[in-house]
């Protein structure tokens, strides 16, 4: 099993969680909600609204999220969904655990700290570092700027 960093799109109450929950598509258990150690520019980009997580330590905030435990099917799944690693790279980030949602074998203790996986680029416009930084990323924010999947033909 693996841990994984969510903190965009696949989080849950958000428009893809729904994938993170497929087990047709692989294993995934919800571990904690989690913050990250290093601050990360988590900025909202392209014609889609996409949040991405750029990979330039020490700039913008500490970005909340989730962490999940999952099989390496799912994980598969996650590097395809994310265009890993062309358009995200997969790598790794110390997280602090804020808390969590039961008391079974798995749970994190708050405090804790974490390692996982987590999909941020090094790949953006410079330009998007002018653009507001986020510590926690809501398709509904107060940002106006919602998520929509792209639906172009290739």
């Known amino acids: 099993m693996h841990h994984v960093f969510i903190y965009g799109t696949l989080k849950k109450g958000q428009p893809n969680h729904s994938l993170i929950n497929n087990t047709t598509i692989g294993q995934a258990e919800f571990l904690a909600h ?15 609204n996409y949040p991405f997580l750029l990979n330039v330590p020490g700039k913008g905030k500490r970005v909340h999220g989730e962490i999940y435990s999952v099989d390496q099917k799912m994980l ?6 994310e265009e890993c690693p ?3 790279q997969r790598t ?3 997280l602090e655990v804020q808390d969590v949602d039961g008391e079974g074998e798995n749970t994190l203790k708050p405090g804790r700290i974490e ?3 987590v999909y941020s680029t090094n790949t953006y ?4 570092l002018l653009k507001p930084t986020y510590d926690n990323y809501d398709t509904n924010g107060d940002h106006g700027l919602p998520y929509h999947e792209d639906t172009s033909p290739e």
């Open 34 to 48: 989690v913050r990250t150690i290093e601050r990360y520019t988590l900025m909202i980009a392209t014609k889609n």
């Open 86 to 88: 062309e358009l995200y």
């Open 125 to 128: 416009e410079p330009e998007w």
């Open 115 to 117: 390692e996982a996986f």
């Open 92 to 94: 790794k980030v110390q």
């Open 76 to 81: 598969d799944f996650l590097d395809d969904f």
